[in-house]
Antibody
């Protein structure tokens, strides 16, 4: 059974960089898009970006180039860096497994609450 | 960018009622539409993919339909454990881009 476990710092200051990592266990790491999605308090879901096992990445243009997603296939892990944080980046961040076709997200991490405050 | 709308934004229904949630895309997305259920404090759960296919393990009282720009999620008989917020999600696998609807919160009367 595939499981995603995520971790990272939860309280950050404006202008700092968010770093989160998600570890994949119990299944294949190749053949999927490993994805980051966030949810501001009381709001809906926003796709941040994705990466596959070869390191090919795509990210949401609305984040204006602040996103870096990387992969470590030796550990079956992928990571998110989000630079130049502001209060508007306060959200629960989720990692998720994305299908290569039909593009659904079927396995999710537990979520990390990230608060940006001075 | 493709925009998604959902209606209603919230609803209250009784156990056993039939519940219908609609999702509309700003342009034709064929069947590139998935549905999720999110309970408070939990990650979303995939219910329906490709507009009408039930994800493994999801109860058969959930049904998805639609094509093009208009989609529907139906719960044939609301159960107490269905209290949650439901989101639709479209995808454009050419870019790629993914957009979620604003959500529909389902409560029990």
């Amino acid at each position: 059974q595939v499981h995603l476990q995520q971790w990272g710092a939860g309280l950050l200051k404006p202008a700092e960089t968010l770093s989160l990592t998600c570890a994949v266990s119990g299944g294949s790491f190749s053949g999927y898009f490993w994805t980051w999605i966030r949810q501001p308090p009381g709001k809906g879901l926003e796709w941040i970006g994705e990466i596959n096992h070869t390191g090919a990445t795509k990210s949401n243009p609305s984040l204006q180039g602040r996103v870096t997603i990387s992969v470590d296939t030796s550990k079956n892990q992928f990571s998110l860096n989000l630079r130049s944080l502001s209060a508007a980046d306060t959200a629960v961040f989720y990692c998720a497994r994305g299908w290569p076709t039909l593009r659904a997200f079927d396995i999710w991490g537990q979520g990390t609450v990230v608060t940006v405050s001075s | 960018d493709i925009q998604m709308t959902q209606s209603p934004s919230s609803l209250s229904a009784s156990v056993g009622d039939r519940v219908t949630i609609t999702c509309q895309a700003s342009q034709d997305i064929r069947t590139h539409l998935n549905w999720y259920q999110q309970k408070p404090g939990k990650a979303p759960k995939l219910l329906i993919y490709d507009a009408s296919y039930l994800q493994t393990g999801v109860p058969s009282r959930f049904n998805g339909s639609g094509f093009g720009a208009d989609f529907t999620l139906t719960l044939s008989s609301l159960q107490p454990e269905d209290i949650a917020t439901y989101y639709c999600q479209q995808y454009d696998d050419f870019l790629p881009s993914f957009t979620f609807g604003p959500g529909t919160k389902v409560n029990v009367k």
